[in-house]
């Protein structure tokens, strides 16, 4: 059974950082982390869930929304099966549950993948737990 745990998040000040972590395991025998394209969203509180960041199965692909570009960074390790995201110059305005999601639609997140990453959302076959993060002033 695959199982999709998350950890980071916390409580910081604005302007610092934090690092979040996606570790997938119990994959399928043929099946590989690399397999999917990985994103990741956020739901502010009172708020619709919105996507923050995607990263194509190679990680050579990725892209960010507008509200996190240049201070977010995704990547991930394949041979780790773990996903990351870094958020530095937090703003108050970050404060949301994060989720990280897994999706086989290769198209998705891939350059010339015909799909706008941020509003053409394949099905996700694995969700992340979600996990809280709160910026203060």
């Known amino acids: 059974q695959v199982q999709v745990v998350q950890s980071g998040g916390g409580l910081v000040q604005a302007g610092e950082s934090l690092t979040l972590a996606c570790t997938m395991s119990g994959l399928p025998s043929g099946s590989t982390f690399d397999d999917y394209a990985m994103g990741w969203f956020r739901q502010p509180p009172g708020k619709e869930r919105e996507a923050v960041s995607c990263i194509s199965w190679s990680g050579i692909s990725t892209y960010y929304a507008d509200a996190v570009t240049g201070r977010f960074t995704i990547s991930r390790d394949n041979a780790k099966n773990t996903l990351y995201l870094q958020l530095n110059s937090m703003k108050l305005e970050d404060t949301a549950v994060y989720y990280c999601?897994?999706?086989?639609?290769?198209?998705?997140?891939?350059?010339?993948?015909?799909?706008?990453?941020?509003?053409?959302?394949?099905?996700?076959?694995?969700w992340g737990q979600g996990t809280q993060v709160t910026v203060s002033s």
């Open positions: 999601a897994a999706t086989r639609v290769a198209a998705w997140c891939a350059t010339g993948g015909g799909l706008r990453w941020d509003t053409d959302l394949p099905r996700f076959e694995h």
